[in-house]
């Protein structure tokens, strides 16, 4: 006789269970839809989260303190995040980690997700009020997905930097499409393409509207460009040595000539390149505390790859409406 098997348990990502009664009170009076791969997204101040996310995003607006000296990479999900993480990480950590013994970088044993955690999906996720005094030694690195109108009101009022990365709208999607796919539960299938689009095209995807996201930052750092740096991943793909120095000014921690003459950015770029960081057992192998594959963040890592997926007219869609939401704004994919 077969034995009864436990219930398969959920990865963390996909709990609801724990969240708090202010988080469960304050999602029910918000416009909600299906989600991709959990069972739905909540729209908060016009952008659409996951309800597990809605805990973190919530703890830290409240709690986050930012410093002067830190630095917050911002993105839309699936435009390069982990790389940038890694690059910022080996850019601004250089003279404790990177130099004199390469053999030995953190990159090397943790994915880059670890080495510079979000807020709302990771620190303010897991603990209410992390400490993050003790645990960060300045410059402090955090990353977050959050909208320019979400972003904690201390990150407003103080001089912390802003990297902000995006990626080509065809791109993203596609990205965006394949990596819920692996997100989701056993047995559910893949989400069908035509409307995992549909919804993008809506705005309905995680941290989305994907263009409003974009506009908001790219705006901003018209405004002020010593506080907000904007890159997208096509730009530091074509030109890595180029945006990197850039990167290191912007940051105020600028390459030596003795780096120069080192190949110190050569160097930083290899270690941090697709090729390097996909290969490593830690990326290969592990899992994030939150339950997703480290594996899950390295698929193809090219500009353009929306050639194998989408069709025509799907891309057509998407150069339309990025045509309409960007116009008159300077910004063009
Ligand atoms: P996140 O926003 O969920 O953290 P993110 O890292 O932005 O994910 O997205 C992963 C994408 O970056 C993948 O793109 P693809 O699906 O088009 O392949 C991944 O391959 C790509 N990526 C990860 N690491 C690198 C890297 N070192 N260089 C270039 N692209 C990379």
Not at 64 to 71: E, K, P, R
Not at 124 to 151: I, N
Not at 238 to 267: I, K, S, W, Y
Not at 286 to 306: D, N, T
Request: hydrophobic fraction near 35%; include cysteine.
């Amino acid at each position: 006789m077969a034995l009864p098997q436990p219930p398969t348990a959920l990865p963390q990502y996909l709990q609801e269970s724990e969240l708090s009664q202010e988080t469960r009170d304050m999602i029910s009076t918000l416009p909600r839809e299906k989600g991709w791969v959990a069972n739905h997204l909540h729209q908060y101040q016009g952008f659409w989260h996951s309800s597990r996310q809605m805990q973190g995003v919530l703890a830290c607006q409240k709690h986050f303190q930012a410093q002067d000296s830190d630095i917050l990479l911002v993105t839309t999900p699936k435009s390069g995040t982990t790389w940038l993480k890694a690059i910022l990480f080996s850019l601004v950590k250089r003279g404790e980690h990177y130099h004199p013994d390469p053999q030995h970088h953190p990159l090397l044993t943790k994915n880059p997700h670890v080495l510079v955690p979000f807020l709302e999906l990771n620190l303010y996720l897991e603990k209410p009020v992390p400490d993050l005094m003790t645990s960060y030694a300045p410059p402090r690195l955090f990353s977050t997905h959050l909208p320019l109108v979400s972003l904690p009101e201390s990150v407003k009022d103080s001089a912390c930097k802003v990297v902000y990365l995006c990626r080509n709208p065809k791109d993203t999607f596609v990205s965006l499409w394949h990596f819920t796919n692996r997100l989701r539960p056993e047995g559910r299938g893949t989400n069908p393409l035509e409307e995992a689009l549909e919804k993008f095209c809506r705005g309905v995807s995680l941290y989305g509207p994907f263009w409003d996201h974009v506009l908001g930052y790219w705006n901003e750092s018209l405004k002020r460009p010593e506080r907000v740096f904007f890159i997208k991943y096509e730009e530091m793909k074509e030109r890595p040595g180029f945006h990197l120095r850039r990167l290191a000014e912007f940051l105020g921690c600028p390459f030596f000539p003795e780096e120069e003459a080192q190949g110190v950015v050569d160097n930083i770029l290899r270690l941090c390149s697709f090729e390097t960081l996909s290969n490593l057992d830690v990326n290969k192998n592990g899992k994030l505390s939150s339950g997703e594959e480290h594996s899950a963040f390295f698929r193809r890592g090219e500009a353009g790859e929306w050639r194998n997926l989408l069709t025509a007219k799907m891309a057509e869609q998407l150069d339309r409406i990025t045509e309409e939401k960007l116009q008159g704004s300077g910004l063009k994919f």
